[in-house]
């Protein structure tokens, strides 16, 4: 995208992303462009933003969050751009969205969407990013012209072995057992009760409070369940207030406190620690207690420095943070997989499988990308014979069986499926830039 700018220069670029990857652009445009883009983000800016300062800058950056808080009246809706480009652009996948509505109406010449993973769940993702491109639905609609519309107008950059040298890549499976019997009792009988809001033990009905009411809610329980059922004392506190009944004592819940998986990441860790001490390492979790589980038993259990990146840190604290590199760096993976280069660590660890595999593929990326100059070690840890295992299998089917189901209905070539292949950075441009 740099090199574009150069090569074919628009007055004014407007480049949006996610908050995270502000200063890395930044840091970039200035390191090649020799040019200080403006930085539109944050209260100050936003509150004197005018035509002037618009006009005044070649390169503005700006986030997702910005362009929505400014709304649909603001100036940046009534400035025409000579070029935008949309970082990250698979956020943009539901057209329902306010964050869609106001970037779809912003005044440009050409647009370029910049995304690994063009599609996320189903073929529409891919269809709401056509829309932006103001491709004419009739023309998708017949699933037949998709690869005329691909070659038109995306652009592949695919990790081969002819373009991009990597190290080896070698990826390990770590299945738990609960520490105890009881435990493992509770968690199977949660996991088969998605249905039901009663549960025959007293000391655990709490946990299945409002399983029938939402199925997807339900497994995101189950998923923090085999994290540690701490992470669930909020339901748990919620279920015994609205049925006036006392909470079971500690002695009589003791499945409360288990943690048992976390306790076997942090083994791995230290494990690896002792093996290659050179190694830094990165493990993504899903939630911010289950992050804060986790530091806490890595300094009880490890002279390792360990700090947490997450949804609620500043830019500046963010950078500070990457810039310090800690020995074992713990993510939440919704904020911490796009845009980061975190090339320095090289082993991986993942608490627990990701529904969307897309997701733990760009999470994987932060780290094994071009410039990795060691052999990677990716850890993935699950609960054995529980639904964990079901969903890891689950992921690894799920995008190969779209394609395949889109082939059978279409008899679509192999170059079709090739063309949606997640795992590969994709550009998708319109115009003549």
Known sequence: MLGL??????????????KALINQWANEIQDKLHHKPYILYGAHKTKNLSRNILEDNHIILTTYGTCVYLGMDS??????????????????????????????????????????????????????LFDLLEIPRDDYKDIDKLPGILQKHMLRRKKSPSTIVLPDLKEYKCGVNWENERDAETSKIFHQRFSTMIASDPTTQGLYY?????????????????????????????????????MPSDSEFNFFSSTTKLDAVVDKISNNHILEPSHKKLVFCHFRKEMDLLRDKMIIKTNLHCELYHGGLTSKQRSDLIEESPDVLILQIRSGCEGLNLQQYNEVYFVSPCWNPSIEA???????????????????FYMKDFVEQ????????????????????????????????????????????
């Open 210 to 246: 409002g399983m029938n009411k939402n199925a997807l809610v339900a497994t995101l329980h189950a998923q923090m369940l085999c994290v540690s059922p701490y992470l669930l004392e909020h339901k748990m506190k919620r279920y015994y207030d609205l049925n006036d009944d006392e």
């Open 75 to 128: 100036e940046l809706q009534k400035f025409k751009f000579g070029r935008i480009i949309i970082d990250e652009a698979h956020h943009l996948k539901s057209e329902k969205t306010k964050t869609y509505q106001v970037i779809n109406n912003l005044q440009k010449d050409v647009l370029w969407l910049l995304t690994g993973t063009p599609i996320q769940n189903k073929i529409q993702d891919l269809f709401r």
């Open 390 to 433: 079901n969903e890891e299998q689950g992921e690894q089917n799920e995008i190969p069986s779209m394609d395949s189901n889109i082939e059978t209905r279409q008899e679509m070539k192999i170059k079709i499926v090739e063309t949606m292949d997640s795992m590969c950075t994709q550009t998708i441009s319109s115009g003549r830039d």
């Open 5 to 18: 700018m150069v090569s074919v220069y628009k007055k004014h670029t407007l480049v949006i992303l996610p």
């Open 362 to 380: 760009q999470a994987l990326a932060r780290c094994y990308r071009m410039g990795q100059k060691k052999e990677t070690h990716v850890y993935r």
